[in-house]
Structures are given as C-alpha cells and as structure tokens.
C-alpha cells in the first residue's frame, strides 16, 4: 500500500509519539531502541522531522479515544509497512496500547484488517474508515 502525503505526516508523528513515551523512562531496554531507530531509519526519520514534530510531541497529550486508537493504528501499519512483523514489534504495540489505556486486543484486529485489506481489494483509507466504524460500533468512540 502506497502512502499519502498526509498519511506519512500521521505516521510519523504516531512514531515520534512512541519514541517519546520510550524516552521518558528511566531505563530503557536495548531491544526497545534497536527496534525504534530501525523504525525511524524505515520512515525516513531525519533531523528536521525530529525538530518538526519535537514541539509538537512534547506537548500533545491523548486525552480522545478515537486519537489514542488512530495512534495505535498508525503504529500496526508502519509495523506492517516493511513486510516484516517481528516479535519485538508485537511487543512494542501491546505496551504502546497499554500505555494509552487501550484494549490490546486491537493490535491484532488492526493488523488482521491491515495485512488482508490488497486480498479483499481495500485500500488504506477503506481500512480506516471500517476500523473507525468499528471502534464506533463497540463504543470505543462517539
């Protein structure tokens, strides 16, 4: 799936938004950050995006479900955006989830709707809009 100028800009700030949650703990494993700057080299992250969105990121703060859920979201699809969904990914997703007061099943309905969308003739913004229904249909958001 090809990606819109704006869905990159989402993205990456979903990213930067982890980073930011992995940095602000006093320890941090090594197989956290590896996975993190392997994200980043992924998106293209540069200095310039850090910058960008470094104003940005230290003061946003979730406080709406559907922005909590879109930011996990954009997390499962640049996991998925490499071909390649490696345990520590997984595992980044679930605490990410956690973090944000998610459901962490959603990880795997997100990833399920994401990896089948080509086969069923879907496009990105056709999986948003069925994730966005279905976060709607069990009460997630309003």
Same mark, same amino acid.
């Given at each position: ?5 704006? &869905? ?11 980073? %930011?949650?992995?940095?602000? %703990?006093?320890?941090?494993?090594? %197989?956290?950050?590896?996975? *993190? ?22 003061? %946003? ?8 859920? $879109? ?10 955006? +490499?071909?390649?969904? &490696?345990?520590?990914? *997984? ?5 990410? !989830? $956690? ?9 795997? +309905?997100?990833?399920?709707?994401? !990896? ?27």
């Amino acid at each position: 799936m090809q990606l819109t100028p704006e &869905e990159i800009s989402s993205v990456k700030d979903s990213y930067i938004q982890i980073l %930011k949650l992995f940095l602000s %703990k006093e320890v941090v494993e090594t %197989k956290y950050i590896t996975c *993190l700057l392997k994200w980043g080299v992924h998106l293209n992250v540069n200095v310039q995006d850090i910058k960008a969105y470094e104003s940005i990121a230290l003061r %946003k703060e979730f406080t709406d479900t559907a922005d909590k859920a $879109r930011s996990l979201y954009n997390l499962v699809y640049m996991i998925y955006l +490499d071909d390649v969904v &490696e345990d520590i990914e *997984l595992e980044i997703a679930i605490l990410y !989830a $956690r973090e944000l007061g998610i459901d962490t099943s959603l990880v795997g +309905d997100f990833f399920k709707a994401i !990896a089948t969308a080509p086969f069923d003739g879907r496009n990105a913004r056709d999986v948003r809009n069925e994730i966005h229904d279905y976060l709607k249909l069990y009460g997630m958001i309003d």
